[in-house]
């Protein structure tokens, strides 16, 4: 198989690409310089010249602050991008694995979202992202999946899970929100499940994949600091009020990976077990 990946320096381009080398298929990763998803030409060139049986495209403009002030860039980056892919890839062959987020629901429910649950952003970011879904289900309705995640870490650059661990070496304490639950997400994993589900004979449609259970931001650094051997008793709950944010944060990101289970893929692990995975391979930070 050939595979070309967008957004090719980021974490889970990055993880991705990780797990294509040396298995065997062919991929061509491009980062931002080169291929900009929001140029229709070089979008045409690029699925012109590298003819992918799978896309997976994970550029995308993830800077949800940003947003709230530049929701025209991250329209154009979430929304006009997936949909010049998707219609490359319709008229040259080819499928899409398009990668979302949680931001698309409200973030008020109380169980696990599933698939077919009312979307309803709350943010520029979840609005744009929630567009670039409709467009490439539109633009290539039986050849693309859309996969939706959240609280994803472990690639290249800022995330969560390493700032935990930087600030366990240099602060007594450390204070962190216990208001809002989703589903820490390793990107391995992540990738993982994609390049699985770029292989199978799943039908067109939305699908979730985060890594099992849940956790608030406070269990999830309180679970890096025991897993890196100190006292998690160091970190301290807040709550959203206490961090006010340009973009609203979601109370509940909470997703059902129960589809993803239907279709025949392999069951995401525990969120536990892909931390202490990460942490047991990453290079300390
Ligand atoms: N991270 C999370 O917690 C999370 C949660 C839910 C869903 N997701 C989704 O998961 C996917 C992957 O996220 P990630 O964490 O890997 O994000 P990331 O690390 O921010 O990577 C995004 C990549 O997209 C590139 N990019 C931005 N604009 C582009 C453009 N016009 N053309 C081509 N590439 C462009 C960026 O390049 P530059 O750095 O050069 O701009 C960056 O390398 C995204 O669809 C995101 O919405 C992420």
């Not at 062919?26 to 900009?36: F, I, M």
């Not at 929001?38 to 979008?43: F, I, N, P, R, S």
């Not at 890096?224 to 961090?243: C, I, K, N, Y």
């Amino acid at each position: 198989m050939r595979w070309l990946v967008t957004g090719g320096g980021g974490q889970l381009a990055t993880r991705a690409v990780d797990l294509l080398d040396g298995s065997g298929d062919d991929v061509v990763a491009l980062t931002s310089r080169d291929l900009d998803i929001t140029d229709a030409a070089a979008v045409e060139r690029a699925v012109a010249d590298v003819r992918p049986d799978v896309v997976l495209n994970a550029a995308a403009y993830t800077a949800v602050d940003a947003a709230e002030t530049d929701e025209a860039t991250a329209a154009a980056v979430n929304e006009d991008g997936p949909r010049l892919l998707a219609e490359a890839l319709a008229r040259h062959g080819g499928r899409l694995l398009h990668v979302s987020t949680d931001y698309v629901f409200d973030g008020a429910a109380d169980t696990p979202y599933d698939i077919g649950d009312p979307t309803g952003p709350r943010t520029a970011y979840g609005r744009t992202k929630l567009a670039g879904e409709q467009r490439v289900r539109a633009a290539l309705p039986d050849r693309s999946h859309v996969v939706r995640t959240a609280w994803v870490y472990g690639g290249p650059g800022a995330n969560f899970v390493d700032t935990m661990r930087r600030l366990e070496g240099e602060r007594e304490t450390v204070s962190v929100v216990a208001d809002q639950l989703g589903c820490p997400t390793w990107a391995r994993d992540l990738a993982a499940g994609l390049l699985e589900l770029g292989r199978a004979d799943v039908p067109g449609g939305v699908l979730h994949f985060v890594n099992a259970g849940q956790a608030s931001w406070h269990d999830l650094a309180r679970e890096v600091f025991r897993l890196v051997g100190a006292d998690p008793g160091r970190v301290e709950p807040t709550d959203t009020a206490s961090f006010p944010r340009p973009a609203p944060r979601p109370a509940w990101s909470v997703l059902s990976t129960r589809a993803w289970v239907a279709a025949g893929l392999t069951a995401p692990r525990p969120w536990r077990d892909a931390l202490a995975a990460y942490l047991a391979a990453a290079p300390a930070v």
